[in-house]
């Protein structure tokens, strides 16, 4: 089983709507939980980080749910300049940082 | 400040040649990891560092060895490559294993091998 799941989408959302991903982890004991941004060519950048009480950044908010093992992210107003691939990743035990495979968005005029 | 530097960045290798990937970190950072990028594999961890002269395996090893010789740099060697290591290579880094700390990564270096 993977380490982390993550619906590959794509998503097409037009501009102004709210969009949410989800992905899951199978390592219980996995403490630290990120979501990334990767541009097309482009390497992948913290978009921000999950915290247990949930987080929000402007237009972006995440959630962590232990007990079902799921992270999630939500963007709300989506802006044309949102389209790019959105990866979550898990750290689980010490030192392995574990990526989902990208839900890539796209934000239609 | 540079951040996370790999060279090269683009390189076509025949079925059988070795080649060297080099990632260097400025940020003094203790943590360097290696990464493949495939479609629909998403990022996939090949060996990774927790500090000077340590390493470790990751999901997909095989085929690679690395070496961390000095604590600002990481090498990724391919001793004889296949058609299957096609990829992007991203290398990152970061402070510590602590929780919530960022990973930086690489512009990365895209590999054909034919």
């Known amino acids: 089983r993977k380490e982390v799941e993550q619906d590959p989408g794509p998503f097409n959302v037009p501009e102004g709507a709210t969009v949410a991903f989800n992905c899951t982890y199978s390592?219980?004991?996995?403490?630290?939980f990120f979501w990334y941004r990767q541009d097309c060519r482009k390497e992948p950048k913290l978009l921000m980080s999950?915290?247990?009480s949930g987080n929000e950044d402007g237009r972006f908010t995440a959630q962590l749910n232990r007990a079902s093992q799921y992270i999630s992210l939500l963007i709300r107003d989506s802006k044309l300049s949102d389209s790019a691939t959105y990866l979550c990743?898990?750290?689980?035990?010490?030192?392995?940082?574990?990526f989902g495979t990208g839900t890539r968005l796209t934000v239609i005029p | 400040n540079a951040g996370v530097t790999q060279t090269p960045k683009f390189r076509v290798l025949k079925t059988g040649q070795s080649m060297t990937l080099l990632c260097a970190q400025d940020m003094n950072h203790e943590y360097m990891y290696w990464y493949r990028q495939d479609p629909g594999m998403g990022l996939r961890l090949i060996h990774y560092s927790v500090g000077e002269g340590t390493t470790a395996k990751g999901e997909v090893p095989d085929g690679y060895n690395v070496s961390r010789l000095k604590k600002q740099n990481f090498l990724l060697g391919l001793e004889s490559a296949a058609p299957s290591q096609t990829s992007v290579y991203f290398c990152a880094s970061s402070y510590s294993s602590a929780v919530n700390t960022e990973a930086f990564f690489g512009q990365g270096t895209r590999l054909t091998v034919v």
């Open positions: 999950v915290y247990s």
């Open positions: 390592n219980s004991a996995s403490q630290s």
């Open positions: 990743a898990v750290k689980s035990g010490a030192n392995n940082l574990f």
